[in-house]
């Protein structure tokens, strides 16, 4: 009975929560595309199939407590207007990055209809991440006619969420590392982050498994050695055969027998971290999701990350469809050395213990590469290296290489081994390599020149939106090469396994999840490449839904070990030579936050001189500005009114010349 009351007070503090949506009208922008029109909204994306009208909505999560799940949210409608003029909305339409928009553009049988959408809340959700339940939906507040071309927008509206007792939700134990890397995590995801600590899942103590293991064949451990004696120092390892989990656990197959020893590990030994090592075969899940008539097939390593029921709910020995009930949330950090050849695998080790021991000083350490190929011209990987650019700390050196009609930069090679520590390939890709668009060379970053890589002792953490690049049934795909190639390549990368997608003008799934691992590494600064990773998708898929996440989320895989450092967070990186040891400016979160009115942005400059303070939405476009001039040395304090922002998740960032900061503001009105 006790329980019952604790659990049903807790349900009425979660009833009691009140959203409130508002949005200033002159936020609402309108593009041309094909003859008709694309609605922007900050922070916004459409959550409707192909073919639907592209009517864009805002998305939110919160942290739940344990054993409940979001039944609804009930809207408020406190104020509505219609938009001035008649207007054609263009469907949503999402385009594989290596083929052509179609000449004629589907449209669903809405356009024949009435008003659309008939309800404004969608894609309500509940899932688990690490012992947490995460909630999310998506609040769409327009409504469109087709036959009249009106569209209604509500301009404030009071959004109250439904929670309800799951019989059926997972109630877990953990330790206490695995409960502090996930609250760490979803700081930055849920929008009630001072609720985490209260709806945490039971701490245990006394576990006595390793927090980081690496799986492989029983032949490979004398090369895995080194790796696993650094992990002993810095998180503790261990190494499992694959022979031992093929002996001792059960399963229809190899995939599923290592996902079972995983489940258990996470479940009962305290696992945060696991390294799969192994090509193509016996360790890798082929995703089968069907999506309309098409079924996808693409190595989905989240498989091993999400450990959430089968991946067959429904029992057609097809793996991560629609309907098998994936929650998509990673539970683990997993990465893959996709290798099982012993002289490639000693240049993955050997590469990665470098990294994190021997790694030269130096400017590389705080340089970027954006190179953005036109993608369906005039569209191209520019916006979202631009998105990522305000992303990076203004202290950084970037070098920026965009395509344009009249042709494209060439010297991405040069760069590279002069030394950068990230990289964002944005173009077309292929098994070989990621490519230009148009003008030769094509070759961005593929066989064609890879082999000109000398960057072994300064390697990049590459991301990419590219097609197939990330492949690995192939004999080896461009992300395998860059990862063993002794004399210069990568020391981690994240690349597709099937087609990238996008969504011309908007930005598609991929570029949203390439935008969002550039949101959680620099401005979260989730330092471990695995974690950074992991939360990027978990982040995407709480607050964005947009079409073809699912298959997303599946097909981007890590290559490289879950617990690596980056350069930029490890401790000691020392300056550049010749580089004067500058303080830069703090910026911290503002009072209050969550901000509903007029709040204060505390700051810290080092120095007096020019800075701007400016607030930035999700999708990296500037939302307002809170301060362009002189700021003055020493702590100071500035007002700034938010009640003109739509509620969502911003960052608030100052630049000066002698750096930059971030912090976060959650808009809650």
Not at 39 to 50: E, K, R
Not at 54 to 70: H, N
Not at 333 to 341: C, E, F, H, I, M
Request: charged share 15%; aromatic share 10%; hydrophobic share 40%.
């Amino acid at each position: 009975m006790m329980l019952f009351l604790q659990v049903a007070m807790v349900l009425m503090s979660v009833q009691a929560t009140e959203l409130s949506f508002s949005i200033d009208p002159a936020a609402v922008e309108f593009t041309t595309f094909r003859g008709e029109e694309v609605l922007f909204i900050p922070g916004g994306a459409s959550p409707f199939v192909d073919g639907e009208p592209g009517l864009p909505g805002m998305g939110y999560s919160m942290v739940i407590p344990q054993g409940t799940y979001l039944e609804n949210v009930e809207v408020e409608v406190l104020s509505r207007m219609d938009l001035p003029g008649i207007h054609n909305i263009a469907p949503v339409l999402s385009v594989p990055l290596n083929q052509q928009i179609p000449v004629v553009i589907p449209h669903s049988s809405s356009y024949s209809r009435g008003a659309f959408p008939s309800v404004s809340i969608h894609d309500v959700n509940t899932g688990n991440k690490t012992g947490f339940r995460v909630a999310s939906f998506t609040y769409v507040p327009f409504t469109w006619d087709p036959a009249t071309g009106i569209i209604s927008l509500v301009t404030s509206a009071t959004l109250t969420p439904v929670v309800v007792p799951a019989t059926d939700a997972p109630e877990l134990a953990l330790s206490d590392l695995q409960v502090r890397t996930a609250i760490s995590a979803l700081e930055s995801v849920v929008q009630n982050p001072e609720m985490l600590e209260v709806f945490a899942p039971e701490i245990v103590s006394g576990v006595d498994g390793a927090p980081w293991v690496v799986i492989a064949d029983e032949a490979l451990q004398t090369i895995l050695q080194p790796l696993i004696d650094l992990r002993a120092t810095t998180h503790g390892s261990q190494f499992v055969t694959t022979q031992w989990i093929y002996d001792n656990f059960t399963g229809r197959d190899t995939q599923e027998k290592i996902r079972n020893y995983l489940i258990n590990a996470y479940e009962n030994q305290g696992l945060v971290y696991a390294l799969i090592v192994g090509d193509f075969g016996e360790t890798t899940r082929v995703s089968s999701l069907q999506i309309g008539s098409n079924i996808l097939n693409a190595t989905a390593d989240l498989y091993f990350a999400d450990l959430d029921g089968t991946w067959d709910g429904d029992n057609d020995n097809k793996f991560g469809e629609l309907s098998d009930g994936l929650d998509y949330y990673t539970d683990l950090y997993v990465g893959r050395y996709s290798t099982d050849v012993p002289s490639r695998l000693t240049v993955m080790v050997d590469r990665t213990v470098a990294y994190e021991t021997t790694a030269p000083s130096g400017d590389w350490q705080t340089s970027a590469l954006l190179a953005g190929a036109l993608l369906w011209p005039p569209y191209g990987g520019d916006k979202v290296c631009d998105s990522i650019s305000v992303r990076i700390p203004a202290s950084w050196t970037e070098y920026k290489l965009y395509e344009t009609a009249s042709g494209h930069p060439n010297n991405q090679i040069d760069i590279l081994n002069d030394g950068v520590s990230y990289c964002s390939p944005n173009g077309h890709g292929f098994y070989a390599g990621i490519y230009w668009y148009d003008h030769p060379p094509t070759d961005l970053i593929s066989s064609g020149n890879y082999t000109g890589l000398t960057n072994n002792a300064v390697p990049p953490v590459i991301h990419s939106i590219a097609c197939l690049a990330g492949n690995i049934q192939n004999v080896a795909s461009i992300a395998e090469r860059l990862m063993f190639r002794a004399q210069g390549g990568a020391v981690a990368v994240m690349f597709n396994s099937d087609n990238g997608w996008g969504s011309p003008p908007n930005f598609g799934a991929s570029e949203w999840l390439e935008l969002y691992f550039a949101e959680v590494l620099f401005v979260d600064e989730q330092y471990e490449i695995g974690v950074t990773h992991g939360i990027s998708k978990d982040e995407f898929k709480a607050n964005v839904s947009v079409s073809m996440q699912t298959w997303v989320l599946q097909e981007n895989n890590l290559l490289g070990d879950p617990a690596l450092q980056f350069i930029a967070g490890q401790m000691g990186i020392e300056e550049g030579e010749g580089s004067p040891s500058v303080a830069a400016p703090a910026i911290y979160a503002p009072s209050p936050n969550p901000v509903s009115g007029t709040c204060a942005v505390n700051f810290t400059m080092p120095a007096s001189g020019t800075a701007t303070i400016a607030v930035y939405d999700i999708s990296g476009r500037i939302a307002a500005t809170v301060h362009q001039g002189i700021l003055g040395a020493g702590q100071g304090s500035l007002s700034f009114d938010a009640s003109t922002l739509p509620s969502g998740c911003y960052s608030l960032v100052i630049n000066s010349e002698t750096g930059s900061a971030s912090t976060q503001m959650l808009v809650l009105r």
